[in-house]
């Protein structure tokens, strides 16, 4: 690191001395008459909020270190500006101007990664041939806006204050702070003559997060060994042991109760006699093992390791399923895709730091998740990507948003541009995703981040060997993920960072991106990869990584050696760090210097840590050679007691999680009704967000997130993996939160949801793999817990009714939000069922935009009487609806995806849609006007159980139901084979560009702009 | 067998998809970092086609492409001048056009002149798009009659199928209305977006260009994108009888720019 020491101390804001040797400030500003376009856009923004005025913008940098006039003059013109459009100025303090205008500053908090500040800094050292320390900023001059307006601005809008610091004024240090040096402590923390009481603070207090009963296994561990842990063994411990690590709540035995006779969907008291460590104690079901017993169960029954329950039983047609390669073990769930590859699959959530910094929370949670799938096996190649966001309506009037809570429309625009931002430069396509509005996220936004892979077959295991380097690549090491992202402030003082700012880290994609082409490279060798494993850092580190890794064998690890991003960092925190963009692998001592040879010539950094395979299984932590930690793998890894939790299924109270009404009207009749909602957040385009990712890089995405000339909503997206095969791969997903009411009757939709999606692009409903991820407020609150007891309980049912293993699963806990008064926000139970699944032969793919005037609709699946949970009961006025919620039904949802699937595989359906969100009118509608077509609908043809109203029929969201679009020459044979489904034809495709249902009319064009309207509010 | 080169960099994601294109119309594709090229830039000699692929070469966090081009212009560039002495068809998608502008290497020198031993400064930038934000879609394209450009020459944009993808933050054609204007006599503009396809707020519309002996070509679209039909966003609407009768766009300017190659060899 290079450092300054001979600039003066106070010295106030010189920056050019003598010497050179101080902080140089460059601003690059567009040429006077070019347009500023984030100029412009802010300035929308600001009069937007009722401020008049305007912004213009410049980059700035400063660069600390040796550079002559020459050289920075050189640096400034050839490298930070560009000639034609913009001038680089380098500021110097006696001749700069003062401007009319107030002048703010946003600059990233030292220690905050700051990638541009790298990308120069790297850059000088090219060119120039010197090693500054970089750093960058923004200027906003404002125009006719005073200081107090235009601060309150940024803080709202632009700056984040947990990352960043706004200045008055151009801002230039007189130097930058740089680490300090270390000294080393080996601190032990005495808890072997604890009381509870003291064990509980100690756990609360050290920020452990550790049960009593947790404490209690620890202080007897330590009794038996006759010492006191060293501090860095209690963090590992409190790491390897937190719930985002063993999923503790999901692995609790549960003793579930329920009340009699209450709530819609079934009893799980009687629905899992005889499942697999499922048993009752009196009136209370014991559950040993949630998620073995329930989502883990279903797979290994579908895939033949344990019986199967009656009612999926083996038999000719449904033999075990031979092509789940890998489940729940690895970082990502692996299945077969052909004879030679497999793909991968992982959904992670980073929800908590999203909440605090939308943009850096959702990149490093993409950023996480393409490293789980790095990390899978020896290692898969990302080919897509999925995003599903769960916010606050972006129209939340500004007193409603609890204080500590950044405004909705912020949290929703950062996240995308965060995703935006990390996927298109790792050059991995965002394929799919959905976004779904509700209050109740206000302090909770959802961040669900799915990555998919590929990978050949004979490398889906790995195992280090005894002797191995531990071998680290990728990013430095920092202090990000333990006491916040700013060194400074955790140096300050250590336990001054807020609670949660530790979780706010800012990624940088290109590190990702060197360290993913290196892997690759060295996998792909002709002699086979150069290492034996690889996994990913995420949350817990090193400790995490290496821990998993030397889990049989033990390991030896010598923390001085990793390479650091700035001095000062101890032992513990070198262990515990969740830097971003660092991946661990056993490398044979013969692969090393082949290995070294690659990384360099990627730019990825490549550390020798020490090796795996200890004398008596330990894992040995040391620093600069004396020993600062030693941890027994077996205490590490299994020593955590099993905690035993109660579940209370509570129907009336978790009534309150039933999708909350809203106060927007029903249009009048049912075309208007129609209108509002096409308009309506939920249904409205995603083509802002979409046509922000780059979902076709890498020229795989063969069914695009986009169908037909007009861009209608597609409902899963096909890739090609094997660029030389025509077999595709497609991906999508399920969420039903609208029936949260009851978590069981969710969760079927969900699952039922994806399979649709899946189904309607030309998917084998047959070869699909699904993955599990809650969200959930508290589950210390039984009545929570009761209903994720329920929606793990519909896992199981739904996977086996749908044949469709859980291959991989996440779960995030804790997400409530308490306001300054007091009040408890709870997010709704969220469970989002992820799939992907085979696609024979891309040719047969369907999409969902009409293809053909002339065409009939036929809608096949039962429109059910219940209309909980729709969009529709949702809006004020209209006639009083049946709030029921639909049920999935386990014997016709499957036999409907089966029957549509085998009629796209023939080649007799021309589009094909999911009938979800706003029903089957809002389904008709999408599909016309995508295709720049009209339709006629006939409501009175839709197949409906008795009591199902008009409007039932035209916006109730029964699940299991499919639209498609068939020519008049092929409908005796499409009839034919639906015979066993139910089915109707429900209307016609017309050239006119109209919309016709019950007797009224609207143009075409007025749905497709109402589905658009969204759009306008974000550009 | 011709032989084609992807010069390939931290960061550059697009480049697997430009090798499938060179491999696609039969040239055997090598991709190298440009680090390799560096050291040993006399590599270059070998290869008849050339592609500079997209992405977000070293970051892009100054610029897109701002560090790839200034690597360049010293120990590559003047291998790069004497490839298209020889005649070797250049290609630069995206993040390649933002580097050729500025690593000297577009529009390059005007017609008859030779090309300056130092890379010539910009004079062309690729600025934030319009809209401030990136944009991935396929717009309608137009290949002006006049150009020179041996990829785009001749192109049959007809059909309402006739599209390409971009997808770029910062691709705004800025330049001087003299340069403008002498690219456009010349027949250096090889390709303009549609006009009600503007999307990034281009001068002119231009959505490529060529450097007066029509070898070199910088573009925003990715023409590497839409080489099978099944790339296209809306094939599964196209008849098949259509699809098997004629190629996307994209293969076409490469078929095209091999024609080249081969004309000159028969030539010589």
């Known amino acids: 690191m290079f450092r300054s020491p001979r600039v003066a101390e106070g010295s106030g804001a010189v920056c050019v001395d003598s010497l050179n040797m101080a902080v140089h400030r460059v601003e690059v500003r567009v040429l006077e008459g070019l347009p500023d376009p984030r100029g412009r856009a802010l300035t929308r923004q600001l009069n937007s909020t009722g401020t008049a005025g305007s912004i213009t913008t410049a980059a700035v940098y400063l660069i600390e270190g040796e550079l002559d006039d020459a050289e920075l003059s050189r640096a400034a013109k050839n490298l930070l500006a560009d000639s034609v459009s913009q001038c680089a100025v380098i500021w110097n303090p006696s001749t700069a101007r003062s401007t009319p205008g107030v002048v703010l500053e946003v600059h990233p908090l030292s220690g905050v990664t700051d990638p541009a500040a790298e990308s120069v800094q790297e850059a000088i050292a090219v060119l120039i041939g010197k090693r500054v320390s970089v750093r960058t900023g923004v200027r906003l001059d404002f125009a006719g806006v005073d200081l107090s307006t235009a601060k309150r601005f940024v803080e709202r809008f632009v700056a984040n204050t947990v990352i960043q610091a706004v200045h008055e004024g151009p801002f230039c240090p007189t130097s930058f702070p740089h680490g300090h040096s270390y000294a080393l402590q080996i601190l032990e923390v005495p808890l072997r003559d604890l009381d509870s009481a003291s064990l509980e603070r100690l756990s609360r207090e050290a920020h452990l997060f550790l049960s009593l009963d947790e404490m209690k296994a620890i202080q007897d561990e330590y009794r038996r060994l006759g010492r006191e842990p060293r501090e860095i063994e209690l963090e590992t411990l409190a790491q390897t042991w937190s719930e985002h690590c063993v999923h503790k709540t999901l692995k609790a035995q549960i003793a579930y109760s329920e009340p009699s006779g209450a709530g819609q969907g079934p009893s799980l008291l009687t629905n899992t006699k005889g499942r697999v460590g499922h048993s009752m104690r009196g009136n209370e079901l014991h559950i040993d093992n949630l998620l073995k017993s329930t989502i883990a169960a279903a797979t290994n029954s579908l895939i033949g390791r344990i019986d199967p329950p009656r009612s999926a039983g083996w038999t000719r047609e449904n ?34 730091p999203s909440a605090i910094e939308p943009y850096g929370g959702a990149a490093t949670g993409i950023g996480g998740c393409i490293r789980d799938v790095m990390g899978t096996g020896m290692a898969a190649k990302p080919i897509a990507s999925t995003d599903v966001f769960c916010v606050a309506p972006s129209d939340m009037p500004e007193h409603a948003v609890p204080r500590g809570c950044l405004h909705p429309k912020r949290v929703l625009s950062q996240i995308v541009a965060g995703v935006r931002d990390y996927g298109n430069r790792m050059g991995i396509p965002t394929v799919n995703g959905g976004v779904s509005f509700d209050e109740r996220h206000v302090g909770n936004p959802l961040v669900y981040c799915g990555v998919v892979g590929v990978l050949p077959r004979h490398l889906v295991h790995g195992d280090p060997r005894a002797g191995d380097s531990i071998v680290a690549l990728g990013g430095r090491t920092g202090r990000d993920g333990i006491h916040g992202a700013t060194f400074s402030s955790a140096e300050v003082e250590h336990g001054h960072a807020s609670e949660f700012s530790h979780a706010v880290q800012i990624g940088n994609a290109i590190t990702e991106k060197r360290m993913l082409d290196a892997i690759l490279e060295a996998r792909d060798q002709p002699s086979g990869p150069l290492y034996n494993a690889i996994t990913d850092c995420g949350a817990g580190g090193f ?45 044979s001592t013969s692969s090393l210097s082949a290995l070294r040879t690659i990384c360099e010539s990627h730019g990825c950094e490549m550390s020798n840590l020490g090796t795996f395979g200890s004398d008596n299984g330990s894992i040995r932590l040391l620093w600069h050679g004396t020993e600062v930690g030693a941890l027994d793998i077996a205490f590490l890894h299994d020593g955590v007691p099993d905690p035993s939790r109660k579940a209370v299924w509570d129907p009336v109270y978790n009534a309150q999680f039933a999708q909350a009404g809203s106060h927007q009207e029903a249009g009048p009749g049912i075309l208007g009704t129609l209108r509002t909602l ?14 922000q990712y780059d979902h076709e890089v890498q020229g795989g995405t063969m069914i695009k997130p986009l169908h037909g000339p007009q861009a209608g909503p597609g409902d899963a997206a096909v890739v090609r993996p094997v660029p030389s095969s025509t077999r595709g791969l497609a991906i999508g997903n399920g969420l039903a939160t609208g029936l949260a009411a009851d978590p069981y009757i969710m969760t079927l939709a969900a699952i039922d949801e994806c399979v649709r999606n899946l189904v309607c692009v030309g998917t084998d409903p047959s070869r699909i793999a699904i993955l599990d991820n809650f969200c959930w407020a508290s589950c210390d609150d039984p009545r929570n817990l009761g209903g994720l007891v329920r929606a793990a309980e519909a896992c199981f049912d739904g996977a086996i009714a749908y044949r469709t293993p859980f291959i ?57 009487a219940g209309m909980g949970g729709s969009i529709r009961a949702t809006l004020v006025g209209g006639s009083a609806l049946d709030e029921q919620l639909p049920v999935c039904d386990l014997v016709h949802g499957p036999a409907n995806a089966q029957a549509v699937a085998s009629l796209i595989a023939r ?68 009839r034919d084979a639906l015979k066993s489904v139910a089915h109707a034809v429900i209307g016609t495709l017309t050239a006119e560009p109209a919309f016709e249902c019950q007797g009224s009319v609207v143009s075409i064009v007025t749905l497709q702009r109402a589905w658009d309207s969204q759009s306008e509010a974000w550009s | 067998m011709m032989r084609a080169l992807v010069i390939t960099a931290p960061g550059i994601n697009c480049d697997r998809e430009l090798a499938e294109a060179f491999e696609g119309v039969g040239a055997r594709t090598d991709s190298v970092l440009l680090e390799t090229l560096r050291r040993e830039p006399s590599r270059i000699d070998q290869y008849q086609l050339i592609g500079l692929p997209g992405g977000f070469s070293y970051g892009d966090d100054i610029a897109a492409g701002r560090i790839m081009a200034a690597l360049m212009r010293r120990e590559v560039y003047p291998a790069l001048r004497e490839a298209i002495a020889r005649g070797v068809p250049m290609i630069c998608p995206c993040n390649g056009f933002q580097i050729a502008v500025q690593a000297g290497l577009l529009p390059g020198p005007h017609q008859g002149e030779g090309w300056p031993v130092q890379p010539a400064d910009s004079t062309i930038a690729l600025a934030q798009n319009e809209k401030a934000r990136f944009f991935d879609g396929w717009t309608r394209i137009e290949v002006p009659s006049n150009t020179r450009c041996v990829w785009t020459a001749g192109l049959d944009c007809s059909g309402d199928d006739a599209l390409l993808p971009s997808a770029h933050g910062e691709g705004r054609f800025v330049t001087s209305q003299a340069v403008l204007d002498r690219l456009d006599a010349n027949g250096q503009i090889a390709l303009r977006y549609s006009s009600d396809d503007n999307f990034n707020g281009s001068m002119g519309a231009v959505a490529g260009i060529c450097d007066s002996t029509g070898l070199i070509f910088g573009l925003m679209p990715h023409p590497e994108r839409s080489l099978h039909w099944m790339q296209h966003p809306w094939w599964t609407r196209v008849d098949p009888r259509v699809r098997s009768a004629r190629e996307p766009l994209g293969r076409r300017m490469f078929q095209a720019a091999l024609n080249h190659v081969r004309g000159a060899c028969v030539g010589n």
């Open chain 1, 678 to 691: 096409l308009a309506h957040p939920n249904v409205a385009s995603k083509g802002w967000i979409i046509r």
């Open chain 1, 907 to 974: 080649g007799l359906v021309r589009s094909a849609h999911d009938c979800s969100e706003g029903g089957v009118l809002v389904a008709a509608a999408e599909m016309a006007f995508s295709g720049g077509l009209g339709a006629c609908i006939d409501l009175s043809l839709i197949p409906h159980e008795s009591g199902a109203s008009v409007e039932a029929c035209a916006f109730g969201e029964s699940p299991s139901r499919y639209l498609l679009e068939v020519r008049e020459s092929d409908l005796a044979e499409v």
């Open chain 1, 543 to 587: 400790s995490s990584a290496v821990g998993e890794m030397g889990k049989t064998l033990g390991a030896t690890v010598h923390l001085d050696r990793a390479p650091l991003k700035y001095a000062g960092l101890s032992p513990t925190e070198v262990w515990i760090s969740e830097a971003q963009e660092r991946m661990v692998l056993s490398v």
């Open chain 1, 319 to 352: 033999p075990p399923i031979d092509w789940c390669l890998s489940v729940f073990v690895d970082n990502a769930g692996v299945i077969a895709f052909d004879d030679d590859n497999a793909v991968c699959f992982k959904v992670e959530t980073h929800n908590r």
């Open chain 1, 808 to 864: 991989s699963g996440k779960d995030s806990l804790k997400n409530q939000f308490r306001t300054e008064s007091g009040e408890l926000i709870q997010i709704p139970p969220t469970l989002l069922i992820s799939g992907f699944g085979i696609v024979h032969d891309i040719e047969h793919a369907c999409t969902m935009d009409a293809k053909e005037a002339g065409s009939k609709l036929i809608l096949v699946g039962m429109t059910q």
